[in-house]
């Protein structure tokens, strides 16, 4: 998680506006201002304990640099947690999708094999004590409970039959579609929990500089807790200020050239934004005497950032 702030020194922007003359001419041609830059806070994207800061101050990092890194065992845990679930749910769905195995399938025919033996012993039963029961020798009711004993056998045998016809075909078309969908929402989740753990490691964006390390090691963190100060590689800007006879002489493009202590040549900037609204300096109370000391606030990106640090005072002559 990065969140975007812009570094001002007011002490020096403070002098800057101090230092403009008041009675600037109307054809003066330059100004003064200031290097400002800016910062990327690097926040830790959830809650908890860092375990380790992989970047020190002052420090030349490149895009994709680890940075800092959370603790993962509950992260860990959860991701094999839905690596398991989902392991659990493809099966069932493969098993809705073929009959059932050849154990079971041979467990169900012995089955078959059983009734088919009762049937038989039901009926030869039945044949052996008819003779007796139309000779008087076995009461004529006796016939009834033979009859039904046979019926029982054969509904078993009809049933165990079915058993296995049953046991050989797939699961109906309905069971399929929702195990399937099960299987969906298992590997969504298995995603999210292998986000979940990347994100406990913070990397860089993009080139840049640590300007400060807020984080320590074992300190515990909430979500969007900044961690780390970053200043990009091409985050440099000039801030300075033209009076309002000039402006017309500027404009979103315009070239100028800035100098400053330390610098053996001029930097060329490209202007990039003017400010819509004019300001005093130094603040007074606007009058017909005093408006050739309203200034516009101009900034402009720097062709090269060496030797351009924030904060910086510099001359820039459009």
């Known amino acids: 998680m990065t969140l975007k702030a812009t570094s001002s020194c007011l002490a020096l922007a403070t002098l800057c506006l101090a230092g403009c003359n008041a009675d600037v001419a109307s054809d003066a041609t330059s100004g003064i201002g200031y290097v400002e830059a800016d910062w990327t806070y690097i926040a830790a994207p959830q809650n908890g304990t860092l375990v380790g ?11 994709g640099q680890a940075l800092f890194t959370l603790d ?30 050849d154990p079971e399938i041979r467990a169900l025919q012995a089955e078959v094999a059983d009734a088919r033996a009762a049937l038989r012993q039901a009926e030869r039963e039945r044949e052996r004590l008819l003779p007796l029961i139309e000779q008087g ?18 509904a078993r045998l009809s049933a165990a039959r079915e058993q296995v016809a049953v046991a050989r075909q797939p699961g109906r078309t309905d069971q ?6 099960a299987v969906e929402t298992a590997l969504s989740q298995v995603d999210s929990a292998r986000l979940v753990l990347e994100e406990r490691q913070v990397s860089a964006q993009a080139n840049g500089l640590v300007e400060e390390v807020f984080g320590r090691t074992g300190e515990h963190l909430n979500a969007g807790q900044p961690v780390l100060a970053i200043r990009e590689t091409d985050g440099i800007k000039i801030r300075f200020y033209v009076p309002q ?15 400053a202590d330390g ?9 990039t934004h003017i400010a819509s609204e004019a300001e005093f300096t130094p603040p007074v109370i606007y009058s017909q005497e005093t408006r050739d000391k309203l200034v516009f606030l101009v900034e402009a990106e720097p ?16």
């Open 53 to 63: 800061v992989s970047v020190e101050e002052g420090a030349r990092i490149s895009a």
């Open 72 to 101: 993962t065992r509950d992260e860990v845990a959860a991701l094999a947690a839905a690596e398991a679930r989902l392991a659990q749910l493809e099966s069932e769905a493969r098993d809705t999708q073929t009959g059932a195995r």
């Open 137 to 154: 020798l076995e009461p004529a009711n006796r016939m009834i409970s033979l009859d039904a004993a046979v019926e029982r056998a054969q």
């Open 176 to 181: 399929q579609d929702a195990r399937l969908a």
């Open 245 to 259: 006879a000039q402006l017309p002489a500027i404009d979103i493009g315009t070239i100028v050239r800035v100098a």
């Open 263 to 271: 610098l053996n040549t001029f930097v060329q900037a490209e202007v």
């Open 303 to 318: 062709g090269r950032v060496d030797g351009l640090r924030p904060g910086l005072p510099v001359d820039v002559d459009w």
